[in-house]
């Protein structure tokens, strides 16, 4: 049987291979359109997927909803660090108010007969990174993170999280102040090896 030739995607590589992080502290607005935002969303969903699962979901962070989270951050944070001086709590405060749209990406993996949760993982890592690409691809600022309040409890109450669920991460969307350096990857030929045996 001959191959079935795909379309291929001018432009894509180059979006993969000159794609890097811009740091939240360095975002403005705007941030994505409307529209542009559900892009994001919808090709973050396209990511493989072992079993149909959809092991994830997204609560959206967008205008005073930012701050109010922030709030919410900042009071748990003082409860955690009674001794935190005002302006570390400030910090906790203004987390999501650096980018102008947050999405947390929620994994959502339970057991399953078949398919094993860390997959299910896996593909709430992947949701993530098809949100960098495609906010690349469309010429915005993003950045996945973490930070305390993805592993925090109360804040996964805050975010309607059941048991089992974790935060894959926040991705922060806006416009970028200054195109990011380069930055040092490890050389490919020390990462890859040809099995032979
Ligand atoms: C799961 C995950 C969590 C991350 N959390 C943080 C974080 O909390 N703080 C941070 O400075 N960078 C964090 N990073 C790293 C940045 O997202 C990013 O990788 C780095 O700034 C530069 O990467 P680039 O190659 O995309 O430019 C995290 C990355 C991953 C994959």
Not at 7 to 20: C, Q
Not at 145 to 162: I, P, Q, S
Request: overall charge positive; charged content about 30%.
């Amino acid at each position: 049987m001959s191959a079935t030739p795909l379309p291929a995607l001018p432009g894509f590589l180059d979006v993969l291979l000159a794609r890097r992080s811009v740091t939240a502290k360095d975002m403005q607005g705007p941030g994505p359109s409307k529209a542009e935002l559900e892009q994001i969303l919808e090709a973050g969903w396209r990511v493989p997927d072992h079993g149909k699962l959809g092991p994830w979901r997204f609560v959206v962070f967008e205008g005073e909803a930012r701050a109010a989270f922030g709030e919410e951050l900042a009071r748990i944070f003082k409860e955690q660090e009674p001794k935190a001086d005002k302006k570390r709590v400030a910090l906790e405060a203004e987390r999501l108010t650096r980018a102008p749209v947050v999405v947390a990406v929620i994994s959502t993996a339970e057991d399953h007969p078949k398919i094993p949760k860390w997959e299910q993982r896996l593909s709430a890592g992947a949701v993530c990174q098809n949100m960098l690409v495609a906010a690349s691809a469309l010429g915005l600022a993003a950045q996945w993170l973490t930070e305390w309040y993805a592993f925090d409890k109360k804040v996964h109450k805050l975010l309607g999280m059941r048991k089992g669920d974790r935060v894959a991460g926040f991705i922060y969307l806006g416009s970028a102040t200054a195109k990011p350096d380069e930055r040092v990857r490890p050389p490919l030929e020390e990462r890859v090896t040809y099995w032979k045996g």
